[in-house]
């Protein structure tokens, strides 16, 4: 009967809500050597993060080698690696020197290997613009959304772009986030569910017939 009582809630309190998308915009910045340019995004939209996608827009900068680009949910200190020292393999070395100068995206799924464009660039040509998917300093794939996903929406979202060496500077126009989310359960809406499952517990003792 207990097991009973636990399925009946675990159903109830278990409603499939549509996904819903938050999406807003941030600030470029300049990038300086030897320094990190951040900018950041406040939420105010309170949802359950579900998954997370991020583009860089206007994104400029020479010898990609030199960059590490992450995003961080301040609140929760949350982080998630966009990209690392491309062409450098655990950060050894000088890494690629093809450059950034166009609008990147990134994102789980995503069908473009950052590594891969960078490598076929060459140095000092421009890696094509487009959806990427996130890679760490060893060049392999990072979900970007498993690293927040459960997490508030709500709070600062900040995008920092460290510049590890001197020679090579750059900047952005603007940065975007979207986030996959679900809606908050109101209290209210659990104490409620609760109530159903008493209930169709109760009627559920009262259909069975003793042997």
Known sequence: MRFLSLLVLSSLISVSVANADISQTGPGATINDLSTASSSIFVTTPEIVSDVFIDINGFNHTFI???QVTLT??????????????????NVGLGDGSDLGDSYNFGNGFPFDLWSAAAAAGDADVIPGGPYFATDLNGAAVDIGAMFAGENTVGEWRLDVFDRANGDTGSFNDWGIRIISSPVPEPSSLFAMLAIGCAALSRRKRQIKPR
């Open 73 to 90: 949910h301040v609140e929760t200190g949350s982080s998630a690696t966009l990209f690392d020292g491309v062409g450098a393999v655990g």
């Open 65 to 67: 080698g030199n960059l």
